[in-house]
C-alpha cells in the first residue's frame, strides 16, 4: 500500500499565532510531496509543491511567507501557518509522490481541518 | 497550462442505476494521465480510476468506466449499479507524465445516490 498520515487532523488555534501541519508518507518515500488547500464546497487548490533537501515551489498568489513548508527528509514534509488570521480556516490536504518508481501517483493524507479564532 | 472542467455541479442517480459525469480537459502535452477521484464525506481523497492518454482502451475498475475521447478531449467516468456509499464528491483531473507532476483538479460534481 501507499498510506499518507497528517497531523492534527483538526486544529483550532487564536488569532496571530502559528500552527505546523505534519504529512508523513509511512511505508514509501516521497520525493515531491504536495500542499492543498480546500474551502468548502470548492475544489482543490494547490499551494505548493516539495521536493526533498530544496526549497518548495509556490503557486501564484500564494504567500510564501506565511505558509512555510519544509520537507526535510522523504517520509516528513510540513506546513507552519505564521501568525494565523480568521481567513486561513480552511482544510489543507498533503499529497505525497515517490517519483517514477510508482508512476508518479500521488496518494492523499486524510487532510486537516484549521479553525482559527 | 491545463485545464479541466466539469460543467455538473450536482447530479443525482437512483440506487442500482447508471449515471455518467463529464469532465472535459485542455492541455498542449502529448503524454499525460487523467483522473478520477471520490471525495466522501470524511474528506479523504480516494483514486476511482485512471487513464494514460496514449491507451486507447478505456479504463476500467469493477462497476467505474471511462468514456475517454481524446481528440474531443472528453473524460466521463460511468458509475454502474449505484450504491448508496457512492454518494460523494467527484473530481476529474489531469497530470502531465513526469516534469511537475501538479495534479490539475475540475471543479467537482456532487453526487446524490437516492434509495
Known amino acids: 500500500g501507499a498510506v499518507v498520515s497528517q497531523h492534527p487532523s483538526w486544529v483550532i488555534c487564536k488569532s496571530g499565532t502559528s500552527v505546523k501541519i505534519e504529512c508523513r508518507s509511512l511505508?514509501?518515500?516521497?520525493?515531491?510531496m504536495f500542499w492543498y488547500r480546500q474551502f468548502p464546497k470548492q475544489s482543490l487548490m494547490l499551494m505548493a509543491t516539495?521536493?526533498?533537501?530544496?526549497?518548495?515551489?509556490?503557486e501564484q498568489g500564494v504567500e510564501k511567507d506565511k505558509f512555510l513548508i519544509n520537507h526535510a527528509s522523504l517520509t516528513l514534509s510540513t506546513l507552519t501557518v505564521t501568525s494565523a488570521h480568521p481567513e486561513d480556516s480552511s482544510f489543507y490536504i498533503c499529497?505525497?509522490?515517490?517519483?517514477?518508481?510508482?508512476?508518479?501517483?500521488?496518494?492523499f493524507g486524510p487532510g486537516t481541518r484549521l479553525t482559527v479564532t | 497550462a491545463q485545464t479541466v472542467t466539469q460543467s455538473q455541479p450536482e447530479m443525482s442517480v437512483q440506487e442500482a442505476e447508471t449515471v455518467t459525469l463529464s469532465c472535459t480537459y485542455d492541455?498542449?502535452?502529448?503524454?499525460?494521465?487523467l483522473f478520477w477521484y471520490k471525495q466522501p464525506p470524511s474528506r479523504q481523497m480516494i483514486l476511482v480510476i485512471r487513464?494514460?492518454?496514449?491507451?486507447?482502451q478505456n479504463a476500467t475498475e469493477n462497476r467505474f468506466s471511462v468514456n475517454f475521447q481524446k481528440a474531443a478531449k472528453s473524460f466521463s467516468l460511468k458509475i454502474s449499479d449505484s450504491q448508496l456509499g457512492d454518494a460523494a464528491m467527484y473530481f476529474c483531473?489531469?497530470?502531465?507524465?513526469?516534469?511537475?507532476?501538479?495534479?490539475?483538479f475540475g471543479k467537482g460534481t456532487k453526487l446524490t445516490v437516492n434509495p
Open positions: 499529497s505525497a509522490s515517490a517519483g517514477a518508481p510508482r508512476d508518479y501517483e500521488q496518494y
Open positions: 511505508d514509501f518515500q516521497a520525493t515531491t
Open positions: 516539495s521536493n526533498e533537501g530544496s526549497k518548495a515551489t509556490y
Open positions: 492541455t498542449s502535452e502529448s503524454d499525460y494521465y
Open positions: 487513464q494514460e492518454a496514449y491507451k486507447q
Open positions: 483531473a489531469c497530470r502531465t507524465q513526469g516534469g511537475s507532476e501538479k495534479l490539475v
